[in-house]
């Protein structure tokens, strides 16, 4: 069975700091660029950070610019997410998801970019 499995998520105090992992099982996924998205109670769902295949491009929401760095171990097919200097505002369900178009070195910021999801991980900042 194709999965990809999120982890890391949980509840941490405002100022703190969590990472998130993302590993595949069932295919690869090393080839291709990755991305978290997060949703909160309410509203859409929005881009976090991604990362791309080869060169190590990443880029991030401007909300999370400073706090956040999206990476990746090709080796062990997992894609992480350090947070730090976390807000209550971050509180979501956190997704990571993986496109399979063959662009090397682009990172997809757009949710219709992305082919394949993560059933999430739950993020909960308290003030």
């Known amino acids: 069975q194709v999965q990809l499995v999120e982890s890391g998520g949980g509840l941490v105090q405002a100022g703190g700091s969590l990472r998130l992992s993302c590993a595949a099982s069932g295919r690869t996924f090393s080839r291709h660029a990755k991305g978290w998205f997060r949703q909160a109670p309410g509203k859409e769902r929005e881009f976090v950070a991604g990362?791309?295949?080869?060169?190590?491009?990443?880029r991030l929401a401007d909300s999370v610019k400073g706090r956040f760095t999206i990476s990746r171990d090709n080796a062990k097919d997992t894609v992480y997410l350090q947070m730090n200097s976390l807000k209550p505002e971050d509180t979501a369900v956190y997704y990571c998801?993986?496109?399979?178009?063959?662009?090397?070195?682009?990172?997809?910021?757009?949710?219709?970019?992305?082919?394949?999801w993560g059933q999430g991980t739950q993020v909960t900042v308290s003030s």
């Open positions: 990362i791309s295949w080869i060169g190590g491009n990443t």
């Open positions: 998801a993986v496109d399979f178009a063959f662009n090397p070195e682009v990172v997809p910021t757009r949710e219709s970019q992305y082919d394949y």
